[in-house]
Structure formats: C-alpha cells, structure tokens
C-alpha cells in the first residue's frame, strides 16, 4: 500500500477485519458513527464482513449506526452553511481545516464534531440498525402488493426486524409468535393482522 507515492505498513483486509472486531469487543455495546456511513461504508463494510464469513459476528458486537450527515442536517440549518460535507462542517463549527483523505484525521475530526456539536442533539430514533436496507428490503414484495406501506417497511427495519425474523416467530408459535414480537416494538392492530394473514396464507399453500 502507498501513500502519497511512498510505501506504508499495511494488513490483509481479512486481518484487518479481525482486528476491528477484537476492538468493538473491548468496548460495551458500541455504536458506529460516520459521516454517510449509511449509504457509504456500511455497504463497503457489510460486502467485506460477509465475503470473510464475519458478518454474523459483527452484528452481534454493535449496537447500532450514526450517520453524523443526516444528524447535522436536523441540527444546523442551510443558512448556517454552504453545505454538510465533514470538512465544511469542520470548518464552521470547529474552526479548523484537516486532511481529510487521512483516515486517523478524518476519523478524530468527526469525533471531535460529533461529541462537542451533534452530540446533544443525538436521539434513539437516530440510530439505525447496520443492516436495515437489507431488512427494509426484505419487505419489498410487501410493499409492492400494497400489504404494508414503504413507511411501516422502514419502521420494521428501523427495530431491527426483517421478514425472516417475523417468519420465525410465526413458525415457533403460529397462533401468538408474530403478534409477541411485533407489539414488544410498538406494533398492534392492522399491521399484526395483516402479518398473521400472511403467513397463515402463505403456510396454507405449502
């Protein structure tokens, strides 16, 4: 690997991998954080994991994403800058400049963001879970006959439930298992109805 033209120390992405999971294993329930990192790196991140066999792992190590790009977006305004890229967002708001194709740089950049102007205004429902376009996804046959709406595919995704997980509970309990998980996220009447129809119509034509 080289920098600038001159050679650096480098691991295989494999190792690499490893010793990003050794790390999240030190730290209590962590939460990735980065700017577009859900329509950048997670996919990058999610591709790797899943070609070393890693992934499964991995998902039980975290807790959940920050994408810092969508959060600044809520809290500072278009008249405050010109745009939400990180080096803009530093600029303005921590006066300073850094290089940002240095990845330690970029990553205590948005650190030092995150914690003194995003921070505060962080909530639950800025959390996503690393997966969700592949759980929002599993929905889309759903979505497509008009069963759910592409907002209730989004908030099933958003609590961390795909369509095999409501599959599963339908399968472990037919008569109470998809109306159990579904209310401990928040979800009654029409949407547990239309889950339990589903299944039991689609078990009826196996």
């Known amino acids: 690997m080289y920098r600038y033209g001159k050679e650096i120390d480098s691991v295989h992405i494999h190792q690499a991998l490893l010793n990003f999971l050794d790390f999240l294993k030190s730290k209590s329930s962590p939460v990735l954080i980065g700017h577009n990192i859900g329509s950048y790196d997670v996919p990058i991140l999610s591709r790797l994991l899943e070609e070393f066999g890693l992934l499964a792992a991995f998902l039980q190590l975290i807790s959940g994403c920050i994408d810092t790009l969508k959060l600044a977006r809520k809290v500072f305004s278009k008249s405050e800058i010109p745009n939400y890229k990180q080096s ?28 003194e102007k995003l921070h505060s205004h962080c909530r639950n429902v800025d959390i996503f879970p690393f997966h969700l376009a592949k759980l929002e996804a599993s929905y889309a046959s759903l979505v497509l006959e008009k069963k759910i709406s592409k907002a209730v595919a989004r908030r099933l995704a958003n609590s961390g439930l795909g369509l095999n997980h409501l599959h599963l509970s339908f399968k472990r309990d037919r008569n109470a298992g998809v109306k159990s998980i579904l209310q401990e996220r928040g979800f009654k009447g029409k949407t547990v109805r239309c889950f339990q129809t589903f299944f039991e119509d689609t078990h009826s034509e196996e």
């Open 88 to 115: 803009t967002l530093v600029k303005a708001f921590l006066g300073k400049d850094y290089d940002a194709h240095n990845a330690l740089e970029d990553v205590k950049s948005l650190y030092q963001l995150f914690e």
